[in-house]
């Protein structure tokens, strides 16, 4: 059965909604005019971010030799814009010999799998699931 | 920042935060949840670690 225009629109306006949501944490719940949770967000998941990568953590790239580092990668990828500014301005290189580069992984890794979560919860307000 | 439980706290923290923020829409619930979620995970952490404690890996 064919989608009806009303319906692609909505469709298209969900994934962009979500793609938002993905790039800067709290947009899409700032969109749907959820200001105060989406000010939490937008505040709490960079904060996190920023403290991992000052604890020394390293930002993971995508590597399919290591299937444990692809999957850091995936969850690195979560907090969407901030992961590709950080790297681009070569910051998440990691030191592995300081005493907080695992803790830095753990806030780097939890903030972008936060993020998912959140881009989820945005997708069912929007559909209105919640 | 090198304290371990500073760390841990910090941690416990921001992801009860975004929890409680995310299931709960009302304050008082956020509030509540997030307190509960938060000493869980303090607790958990700290009895863990000492049922660690004789264990030497």
């Known amino acids: 059965m064919r989608a009806t225009a009303a319906e692609q629109t909505q469709t298209g306006g969900l994934v962009l909604l979500c793609i938002a949501a993905w790039a800067v944490p709290?947009?899409?719940?700032?969109?749907l005019g959820r200001h105060s949770k989406g000010v939490l967000f937008l505040?709490?998941?960079?904060v996190m971010f920023l403290v991992g990568l000052a604890l020394g953590g390293r930002l993971f790239h995508i590597?399919?030799?290591e299937p444990l580092v692809g999957l850091a990668a995936v969850a690195d990828l979560g907090i969407g814009a901030l992961y590709v500014v950080a790297s681009a301005l070569g910051y998440g290189a990691g030191d592995v010999r300081a005493v907080?580069?695992?803790?830095?992984?753990?806030?780097?890794?939890v903030a972008g799998l936060l993020n998912l979560l959140v881009v989820i919860d945005?997708?069912?307000?929007?559909l209105g699931r919640k | 920042m090198r304290s371990h439980l500073l760390l841990l706290v910090l941690f416990s923290f921001f992801v009860s935060l975004v929890f409680a923020v995310l299931t709960k829409d009302d304050v008082r619930e956020q509030a509540r949840f997030g307190g509960l979620l938060f000493t869980g995970f303090i607790v958990a952490a700290v009895v863990l670690g000492w049922l660690m404690y004789p264990f030497p890996l």
């Open chain 1, 26 to 31: 709290g947009a899409g719940h700032l969109w």
């Open chain 1, 100 to 109: 907080t580069y695992e803790y830095g992984n753990a806030f780097l890794i």
């Open chain 1, 63 to 65: 590597e399919f030799a």
């Open chain 1, 43 to 46: 505040i709490a998941l960079p």
């Open chain 1, 122 to 126: 945005a997708r069912d307000i929007a």
